[in-house]
Every structure is written in structure tokens, then in C-alpha cells.
């Protein structure tokens, strides 16, 4: 496994970052951050032939990266249509990649997908709606945005998508009032979360973010 600059948080705890850093493609995004960061989230917001096709062409340079990093990778849903949602998670299950988390919106047809696949699916908490299941993704935005996450919800909690959130604005830099705000919310239970995914879209954010959260998660 690459040493990164996570080293100091517990084995189980791995932290992540986004597919969209730059502009440019899911290779070149995760081959930036390689060695810096447990995990990629890739971003695939819907499933045409177009993602499809790029996703094919990438599979076995991502993979490399598993490898040569040790560069593991978490994946968003489509969030347009569960027909898309289905054929994504249907694709990647049968990929060579090494896929941590599953994470999925809320959207019509859901009941039916999770019937079948819900033990290796993660939803996400939106602003305007929450379904809760036996696995979640905490999304500090929109928790502190939108509808309030229930508390006793927070042992159900598997990801947590981390950022700064200030003047109503979400996605911005990692900022200590921010981190306070979810200690809050998660105390100890903090530590065992299994993953942390810093949810910006801007390199040189995703960077000063990750060293705000080490250095809040060392005095823990």
C-alpha cells in the first residue's frame, strides 16, 4: 500500500477524493492524486455510450494504479434513472476494479434495485430527501444546507463526503468550523466511519483540504 498522507489515521479509516479535479478524464484525475490520497470517487452521473466507452478504455489503466498505488476506488451512481443506475453497478461489479462503496441518490425504482443489491449499496442524504438504509453516505452539505440527517441514523453511516460550508455555498475548502460542526454531530463514532471523501472539484482545494483534515483528525 502507497504511503500517503493519511498514514496516521487507523488502518480501517480511508480517505478520498473526487474524479473531478481538473478537466480531463477518470485516468487523469486519479493518476493526479495517486500516492496522496486511499480512494478515488468516480463520478459517473449517468450511463451513456459516451461514459461508456471511456469508462472501457480507462478500466485497466485505473486498475494499474490499484497495483503501482495501492489506489482503490469508491463509485456514484448515476443519478438520472435506475435503469442507468442498474447498468453501471451491473458493469462495474463485473470489472477488475476494486470497488469500496457504492453510492446512490434517492429516485423512483429504488426499492426494487436495493431488494436485490442493497447490501453493497450506500445512499447518499440529499438536501430535499432523505431514505434511510442499513448503509448511508453523510453528506455535510447537504445535512447543513438542507434537511437534517436523524441522528440515530449515524451508526448506519459508512462514507461521509467531507468539505468546507459557508455563506450557503457547499463544496468549498476543508475549514475547522466545519469539521467542528460534524464532531459534533458524529463524536467518537467519527473515528470508525470507514471512509472519507473529500468532495471538492479543484485540485489545489483538494490538497490544502486534505491537510486541514489531518491535522484536525491528529488531535482526536
Not at 482503490?72 to 451491473?90: E, M, R
Not at 457504492?102 to 447518499?124: D, K, R, V
Not at 431514505?131 to 447537504?142: A, K, Q, T
Amino acid at each position: 500500500m502507497q504511503k500517503t498522507m493519511t498514514k496516521h489515521l487507523s488502518k480501517k479509516q480511508l480517505v478520498g477524493t473526487t474524479s473531478w479535479l481538473v478537466p480531463g478524464t477518470y485516468y487523469e484525475n486519479a493518476k493526479l492524486v495517486a500516492g496522496k490520497v486511499d480512494f478515488v470517487e468516480l463520478l459517473v452521473y449517468t450511463w451513456d455510450e459516451q461514459t461508456h466507452d471511456l469508462v472501457s478504455t480507462e478500466l485497466d489503466k485505473l486498475h494499474h494504479l490499484t497495483q503501482e498505488y495501492g489506489l482503490l476506488y469508491t463509485l456514484h451512481l448515476p443519478t438520472d434513472n435506475i435503469k442507468n443506475v442498474s447498468a453501471t453497478y451491473a458493469y462495474f461489479k463485473s470489472s477488475k476494479l476494486q470497488i469500496l462503496n457504492y453510492i446512490l441518490h434517492p429516485m423512483p425504482g429504488i426499492e426494487q434495485f436495493l431488494s436485490f443489491n442493497g447490501a453493497e449499496i450506500s445512499l447518499e442524504n440529499l438536501k430535499e430527501e432523505i431514505f434511510y438504509h442499513e448503509h448511508m453516505v453523510f453528506d455535510v452539505g447537504h445535512h447543513l444546507l438542507g434537511k437534517n440527517f436523524d441522528k440515530k441514523y449515524i451508526k448506519n453511516v459508512k462514507e461521509i463526503h467531507l468539505m468546507g460550508v459557508e455563506r450557503g455555498l457547499d463544496h468549498l475548502k476543508i475549514d475547522e468550523p466545519t469539521l467542528h460542526k460534524v464532531w459534533e454531530i458524529f463524536g467518537d463514532d467519527l473515528k470508525r466511519v470507514q471512509l472519507l471523501c473529500i468532495e471538492v472539484f479543484d485540485f489545489r482545494v483538494m490538497i490544502e483540504s486534505l491537510e486541514v483534515l489531518r491535522d484536525f483528525l491528529m488531535k482526536r
